[in-house]
């Protein structure tokens, strides 16, 4: 098993950042990829940003592309999603996912499916 523990959000305005921490614990040897998903009041949840645990592949959704960064300490067991130049549109429910699964490349790690543990979530609110 593992636990995942999201921290970072809050209340901001159009155009400021925010940077979310997801810790991580457990089985944390397992993990192969953690994600970002989020959301929105009456939305499906969507993909965000993904990593593989050892660092050396990240994908985005195109629409934080070039604005949301996801990084990740592996001393700390810790995967962070900076988040530059926040939108309205934004606003959702950010939830960390781990999967243990060795696949590779972004049909796996930007589907739900792929993750088999979740954290609680933290709400971003950006207002106008």
């Known amino acids: 098993q593992v636990q995942l523990v999201e921290s970072g959000g809050g209340l901001v305005q159009a155009g400021g950042s925010l940077r979310l921490s997801c810790a991580a614990s457990?089985?944390?040897?397992?993990?192969?990829?953690m994600g970002w998903f989020r959301q929105a009041p009456g939305k499906e949840r969507e993909f965000v940003a993904a990593?593989?645990?050892?660092?050396?592949?990240?994908y985005y959704a195109d629409s934080v592309k070039g604005r949301f960064t996801i990084s990740r300490d592996m001393a700390k067991n810790t995967v962070y999603l900076q988040m530059n130049s926040l939108k309205p549109e934004d606003t959702a429910v950010y939830y960390c996912?781990?999967?243990?699964?060795?696949?590779?490349?972004?049909?796996?790690?930007?589907?739900?499916?792929?993750?088999?543990?979740w954290g609680q979530g933290t709400q971003v609110t950006v207002s106008s």
């Open positions: 996912a781990a999967g243990s699964l060795p696949l590779r490349g972004k049909d796996y790690y930007t589907r739900s499916n792929y993750y088999a543990y």
């Open positions: 990593i593989r645990w050892s660092g050396d592949s990240t």
């Open positions: 457990g089985r944390t040897f397992s993990m192969y990829a």
